[in-house]
């Protein structure tokens, strides 16, 4: 009998698929599940605390406001008013926000939101031109905070979140990393304390005074500034590290300024060329360029040292060197390790403040000073024996304004109001609560003869 050739194939081919099924039956493969994996992973810390971004965003959100200042411009016999809006840091729970001095220049009204939409009017407690700080006050209780983190221990590649208001879109948060350390963004600026936390979270204009936060909910950061060429954010964000921040508050709330150390001394990188001409095995520390007759290092450095370490931590840039010196005070002793002749040295030394004195010195910058146009304070230790009387000394001026038109200059040493004697700066600050519509300040300059008095109206 002829087979025909379709019906072959057929049976071949049903003969394959029972073989197949017998193999499955009896053997069964295993199963092979491919999972998507999250585009990156957070740490599990030592602490047993394991965190990811959305837990750390609701944590963190409560302690950030929405900060709108109200500051008088002054252009020429004009005075126009324009509104800036920003983001501050709740550090304690009575009220204490810290925020940006740039957002409050010439504030005349300072209102901060809170995450809950509550407003308040805030009070400017004090500011630090130095470090771009600003501390606020608000009368409110059982307010949520975020506790400071360790930002010296921060390494690059860390993960971070950016908190705040850009272009008063409150409560933005966004990600990125710690791209770098002990930035100083102005090298024309002696004075400035800059050691900026690089990151490329986005923050763009109202981020200013904003939290930056680690993967732990700490606060690491206040962001500050971006470096752009279009004024909007283009992948460089800076904040200040929470060392300094937390200082910088502090000596606000208890002194009414910041107390700061000086060393008494001027530096300057150190790069290949100066290594070289030192004979120095390594491209490290930052050169003494001067010392300052008695200052805190007066005895123990000299011009052509290179400085590599303060308190046992390396400095390779003048903004480490000040990053690390601007959590001192006065008074407080630092280590200095340095080089001179290809010899290392160590020695111990006492900072001081800028007067060469280990005093505290609080500078009062309360709104009456400010509306008046100056900063003042009490007399130092040193200055009292030098002027053998009490007084108030005006640190500086405003351009512009009241006392300046009056003719008062910075170094102006205020012994009597209205012929009544000065002693402590309280006292004028109650006079000028008071409002008066004239007074009459009485005073001299230490290094002019006679006595300078001055009328000012209000």
Known sequence: MKIKLHHLILTSLCSALIAVGMFNWFYEPETLVIREEPAFTLVSHEDGYSANFSSIAKVSLPSVVFIRSINKIETGFNREFKSVTGSGVILSQDGYIITNNHLLNNAEHIEVTLHNKRVHRAALVGFDEYTDLALLKIEETS???RPFGDSDSLSVGEWVLAIGNPYKLKATVTAGIISAKARHLNPTDQLGVESYLQTDAVINPGNSGGALINTKGELIGINTA????SGNYEGF???IPSAIVQKVYEDIRDYGSVQRAWIGATIAAVDNDIAQSLGMANVEGVIVRSVIKGGAAYSTLTKGDVITHLNKVSVDSPAEFNGILARFRPGEY?????????????SDVILQNHLNTTDFISIRRDKEFMDLG???RNLSGPELDATGTNGLKVISVVRGSIAAKANIEPGYIITHIDQNTLTDVNELLRILKSKPATIIFDGFYQDYPGRFPYKITF
């Open 143 to 145: 307010l949520q905070t």
């Open 226 to 229: 971006i470096l752009s060429n």
């Open 237 to 239: 964000s800076f904040a």
């Open 334 to 346: 630092i280590n200095i390790e340095f080089i001179r002749g290809k010899k290392s040295f160590n």
């Open 374 to 376: 100056i900063e003042i």
